[in-house]
C-alpha cells in the first residue's frame, strides 16, 4: 500500500516538476492581435534588446533545456517524415507562446541566411552582436554575443557549443536562388519537406556543428531562428497555390499516410491547425510574404483531441533536469565596450583569413583593360556534400541530400558565371 502512495506521489511531484520548469500551455483559439515576423537584422536596437532580454530569462528559467530535451526524445517522429514543417512550426509557435509570457511584445524573428550564404563568418546574426559564431577552441563554449558563457543542462551539464564545420568557418549554405529553383519545380508536400530537410535546412546544422548538429539543437536559442526560416521557406511555398493551405500529403515515422487530420506528435492537435500561418492560435505572417488566406472553412479551429498534461509525464520529460541555474550569467551584449567588440571583430577576420573550407574550383578572370589587368573574382563555394554518418544519425535520407547537393551546384554554378559575365563585360 505505501508502495502505491509513493509511487503516486513522485508522478505528481515530477508532473509539478516538469510544469514548473517546462510550461506547455494551450494555444487559444483566436487571435487577439496579429504579429509579423521580421528579419531580425531589421529589428529596432531596441526590439533587438527587448527579444534578447527573453531570451536570457528562458534560458535562466531552464525552458531552453526543455525544449532540447522535448526535441531529442521524439526526433525519430517528426525528423525524416512529413510531420516535419508542421511539429516545427507548432513547436516555434510553442517557444514564441514561452516568450510572450514573459514579454507580451516580443515577436519570434528568422534568421536570413540566405544573405550570406557564401561567407557566414561576415552573417552579422553570427556576430558579438547577436548570436556569436563559433565556439572557443579546446572546449567550444559559445564565448560571445547573447548567448555567451550560457550553461546548458541538457543532455549533460555542459556549455553551450558551436563547433564550426571546417575548423573555422561554417562552408556555405544555401543561395535563395536554389531555394526558390526548389519551390518552382516541387509541387507535392511530401517532396517539398524531403528536398528542404535534406538540403536548405540540413547544412545550417551541420555547418554551425556542436550542440547545432545534434537533436538537443534547441537548446540554442538560434535553432529557433533557424527553423523560422525554414517556416517561412514553406510559408512561401503554400503561397503559390491555395491548395497547399488546406492539405498535406505523404508519411509519418512508421509509414502511416499523412494528412491534415493527422495528430501531431506531442501536442496532440492536428497537423490541419497549422497550415495557415494566421489562423487561429498562431497568429503571425511573414516580413516579406504575401498575407495567407482567411482561414479555409473546413479547417475552422485547432482540435485538442489529446490531454496534453498527460503528455508531461510522458518519458520525453522524465528526464527535464530540475531547475537549476545556468553555467555562468550570460554577458549582456550591450554592456560591450568599444575594445571588446574591436577584439571581436579582429577575431572573426583571423578567422576568416584562416578559412578551411575547401575551396571552390577558383579560377581569375583577367579583365580585358590595362586597369583591370590585375581584377579577379574567387568563385563562390557551393556547400559540401553532407556526412554520410551525420545525416543517417539525425534522420536524413542521403539519397536526397546528395540530389539537392546537386541542385545547389549547379545554381551556384549558375551564379558564379553571371558573376563572371558580369565583370567581364563592366571590363569591355
Ligand atoms: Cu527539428
Redesign the pocket.
Known amino acids: 500500500m505505501l508502495k502505491y502512495v509513493c509511487v503516486a506521489l513522485a508522478v505528481i511531484v515530477s508532473e509539478v516538476v516538469a510544469k514548473s520548469v517546462f510550461p506547455m500551455p494551450r494555444l487559444s483559439q483566436s487571435c487577439s492581435k496579429m504579429v509579423v515576423r521580421r528579419d531580425i537584422t531589421t529589428l529596432s536596437p531596441d526590439e533587438q534588446q527587448r527579444f534578447f532580454r527573453v531570451v536570457r530569462e528562458m534560458h535562466r528559467r531552464g525552458w531552453m533545456d526543455g525544449f532540447g530535451s522535448m526535441?531529442d526524445h521524439i526526433s525519430h517522429q517528426?525528423?525524416g517524415n512529413d510531420q516535419f514543417f508542421a511539429w516545427?512550426r507548432r513547436f516555434l509557435r510553442h517557444f514564441e507562446t514561452l516568450m510572450q509570457e514573459i514579454d507580451p511584445n516580443v515577436v519570434l524573428p528568422y534568421w536570413n541566411w540566405g544573405t550570406f550564404w557564401q561567407n557566414p563568418l561576415a552573417d552579422p546574426v553570427l556576430s558579438s552582436q547577436f548570436f556569436g559564431g563559433n565556439g572557443r577552441p579546446g572546449d567550444n563554449c559559445v564565448m560571445e554575443g547573447t548567448e555567451a558563457r550560457w550553461g546548458r543542462n541538457y543532455p549533460t551539464k555542459n556549455c553551450l557549443t558551436r563547433k564550426f564545420r571546417y575548423g573555422t568557418s561554417t562552408g556555405s549554405f544555401w543561395p535563395m536562388r536554389a531555394v526558390r529553383d526548389v519551390m518552382k519545380t516541387t509541387k507535392t508536400h511530401a517532396q517539398f519537406r524531403s528536398r528542404i530537410e535534406n538540403g536548405a535546412h540540413g547544412i545550417v546544422h551541420l555547418g554551425l556543428g556542436g550542440d547545432f548538429e545534434t537533436m538537443w539543437a534547441p537548446v540554442d536559442v538560434l535553432f529557433f531562428l533557424h527553423h523560422a526560416m525554414i517556416d517561412k521557406i514553406w510559408a512561401e511555398w503554400q503561397s503559390q497555390d491555395p491548395q497547399r493551405f488546406q492539405n498535406v500529403d505523404g508519411y509519418d515515422s512508421v509509414r502511416q499516410p499523412i494528412t491534415a487530420d493527422s495528430i501531431m506528435p506531442f501536442y496532440g492537435e492536428d497537423i490541419g491547425s497549422t497550415l495557415v500561418t494566421n489562423g487561429p492560435g498562431y497568429c503571425y505572417t511573414y516580413d516579406d510574404l504575401p498575407t495567407p488566406p482567411a482561414v479555409p472553412r473546413n479547417r475552422p479551429k485547432i482540435m485538442m483531441s489529446m490531454n496534453v498534461s498527460a503528455n508531461l509525464t510522458d518519458a520525453s520529460l522524465g528526464s527535464l533536469p530540475q531547475q537549476q541555474p545556468a553555467v555562468a550569467q550570460s554577458q549582456e551584449p550591450e554592456q560591450m565596450s568599444a575594445e571588446d567588440e574591436q577584439a571581436d571583430n579582429g577575431d572573426q577576420d583571423n578567422e576568416e583569413a584562416g578559412d578551411e573550407q575547401p575551396a571552390a574550383e577558383g579560377f581569375f578572370v583577367k579583365g580585358h583593360d590595362s586597369d583591370r589587368a590585375n581584377a579577379k573574382i574567387m568563385d563562390f563555394a557551393p556547400p559540401q556534400p553532407m556526412d554520410q554518418s551525420w545525416l543517417k544519425q539525425s534522420h536524413y535520407d542521403p539519397a536526397e541530400a546528395a540530389r539537392m547537393q546537386k541542385l545547389v551546384s549547379n545554381v551556384v554554378a549558375e551564379i558564379n558565371a553571371e558573376r563572371r559575365q558580369g565583370l567581364s563585360s563592366i571590363s569591355k
Open positions: 526535441h517528426v525528423h516545427h
